[in-house]
């Protein structure tokens, strides 16, 4: 009787706890995912000078009036989305070894988000909002391919990807305070 108390205790509190990964853990790996980018990419700017490049802004604004739960699926997919992007990095103009190690620092991201989100279920508002995202990196990509890849195609890619990785850590920071992670 005692182990049926014992067990069911574990059980509220693990249901009551969430993602301790997402709470605890996120915001370090997410700074230094930044870090990695930023050093192995010299010379990245948040500015864009094509107009095809433009940073999805109302679609975060979007995502943080949804519940915690969405926020994380919503950070998943779109970390997803950039891995995705460079898996075709090797002509980038970057420190090919520190953006492996940014490489890295994304796939645990993903992986230990993909823990948490096992149950998570995904409404219809979020399946617009994230087909919307991967629109926004095809264009992305489509960029990649218009500048055959260069030095300076891959710099305004990073530059907006690094804006993601920002945006993405601040609404880490506000979902990890929702209680209901």
Not at 45 to 74: D, G, N, W
Not at 110 to 126: G, S
Not at 128 to 138: A, D, P, R, V
Not at 160 to 175: K, N, P
């Amino acid at each position: 009787m005692c182990l049926l108390g014992v067990l069911l205790a574990f059980s509220c509190w693990s249901n009551v706890d969430g993602c301790t990964w997402m709470k605890n853990n996120f915001h370090i790996l997410s700074n230094s995912s930044i870090s990695h980018l930023q050093q192995a990419c010299n010379d990245v700017t948040h500015r864009h000078v094509t107009p095809s490049l433009e940073f999805p802004s109302s679609l975060y604004s979007h995502v943080t009036q949804l519940k915690a739960k969405s926020h994380m699926v919503f950070i998943l997919r779109t970390l997803k989305n950039v891995m995705r992007l460079y898996e075709k990095s090797d002509n980038a103009d970057c420190d090919q070894q520190k953006l492996q190690t940014f490489i890295l620092d994304l796939h645990r991201q993903i992986t230990e988000l993909e823990r948490c989100a096992t149950k998570v279920v995904i409404t219809e508002v979020n399946k617009k909002i994230m087909k919307k995202m991967e629109m926004h990196f095809k264009s992305l990509t489509s960029h990649l391919k218009n500048t055959d890849y260069s030095a300076k195609g891959w710099k305004d890619v990073a530059g907006l990807v690094l804006q993601h990785l920002y945006r993405l850590d601040l609404l880490a920071i506000s979902t990890k305070l929702d209680p209901s992670l």
